[in-house]
């Protein structure tokens, strides 16, 4: 376009007549220095939105990550609470326990002082009635296992007892230290995510027009197709066959929600059509495998935010779009309705959404067709 127009006024000063050939240059130099001042400006706001993206891009990667780790303590810290629960119930049985073989051993302590006001000599000595004697020897006898098996016993269950509140502190100990690194999750987490809202806006600020806007979309589809290019003829040992096919009006919707952009229709402010759809659904959404699969490609892409792709086989694949992070990482083989993601806004986009779609042979099909009515 430049070119184009530099070409013109050199014609134009070439047939002008000399009394204003002067004028003329003068005029055509400011233009020049004015269209330069123009590239120059251009220039530096397309370098301003690419350093943008690449900071959008590793916010949202480093907060998908953070939120992964917070998911993964806040399981931790279940299990950490069912364990406590677990030792407390223990400690309760051990006391119980604890008790009753003082009560038994106590019952035992004094039926062998009442027994023994009797002399064990004198009833040695005693020969009057041998049976009598044989019998109560006998019966001292047991109560002395008895009353040694009752001391060992206790000695267990307090060894036991010591053992499980050992256990307890060390677990409590555990607990606190998970309290505090989800706390600290947390906090870098929100500090994230108000780092990404600065950068929405500077970017939404970087865009000045129509025409802007549209050539960003048309990279970013361009993009996403030679993405899905580089992925088909990327030659894999096996992937697993899910028949998809042949599912057509079986399946379900990856993600709870509301489909509010139709495969097909125009988006907005462009001759461009949506090549999937959008469910609207709440951040943290799970998002499930539709089918059988495994995975290509699991991360972030500008338009789409992280990103994840799953072969079927059979020239299908499955694109889930703008997830807030991902489960599952490049080579994991999926099954239907296994947990792949959650619903996010990555991508730099202000409401959290999932983009699904469904591509064969890397042709664009409505994903309404696969999923039962």
């Not at 049985?93 to 009560?103: F, I, P």
């Not at 889930?320 to 947990?339: C, E, I, P, Q, S």
């Amino acid at each position: 376009m430049i070119r184009k127009l530099l070409i013109l006024f050199s014609l134009a000063m070439l047939i002008a007549s000399p009394v204003y050939a002067e004028k003329e240059t003068s005029i055509f130099d400011s233009l020049v220095n004015k269209i330069s001042t123009l590239k120059k400006s251009l220039d530096r706001d397309s370098i301003k939105r690419q350093k943008l993206q690449k900071e959008l891009e590793k916010t949202e990667i480093g907060a998908g990550k953070i939120g992964k780790k917070l998911h993964e303590t806040t399981h931790q810290l279940r299990k950490q609470k069912t364990l406590l629960h677990h030792l407390q119930r223990h400690e309760a049985t051990y006391t119980q326990k604890l008790n009753e073989q003082e009560k038994i051993l106590e019952r035992q302590i004094v039926t062998a002082y009442m027994l023994g006001r009797q002399s064990y000599l004198k009833l040695l000595l005693n020969q009057e009635n041998s049976a009598k004697v044989s019998r109560v020897l006998m019966y001292y006898h047991y109560l002395n296992e008895n009353r040694i098996q009752a001391i060992i016993n206790t000695q267990k269950t307090l060894q036991k007892i010591q053992s499980n509140q050992k256990q307890l502190q060390l677990e409590y100990d555990k607990l606190k230290q998970l309290h505090q690194q989800e706390q600290h999750q947390r906090h870098t987490l929100e500090k994230a995510k108000a780092q990404r809202e600065k950068l929405i806006t500077a970017l939404d600020e970087s865009i000045t027009s129509r025409k802007q806007r549209l050539t960003i979309l048309v990279a970013n589809e361009a993009r996403l197709k030679k993405t899905i290019a580089h992925i088909r003829h990327r030659r894999a040992k096996k992937f697993p066959k899910a028949n998809l096919g042949k599912m057509r009006y079986s399946l379900h919707w990856p993600a709870r929600g509301k489909v509010h952009q139709i495969f097909g229709t125009k988006v907005q402010g462009s001759e461009l059509r949506w090549g999937g759809v959008l469910i609207s659904a709440h951040e943290g959404t799970p998002v499930y495998a539709i089918a059988k699969g495994k995975v290509v490609f699991a991360k972030w892409l500008s338009g789409y935010g992280l990103l994840l792709i799953i072969n079927h086989g059979n020239g299908y694949m499955t694109l889930y779009g703008r997830n807030h992070m991902l489960y599952k990482n490049v080579g994991d083989t999926v099954h239907r309705h296994d947990l792949i993601a959650t619903v996010g806004q990555t991508g730099g986009y202000k409401k959290p959404a999932l983009y699904f779609a469904v591509r064969h042979d890397g042709v664009p099909v409505n994903p309404a067709l696969f999923i039962g009515r």
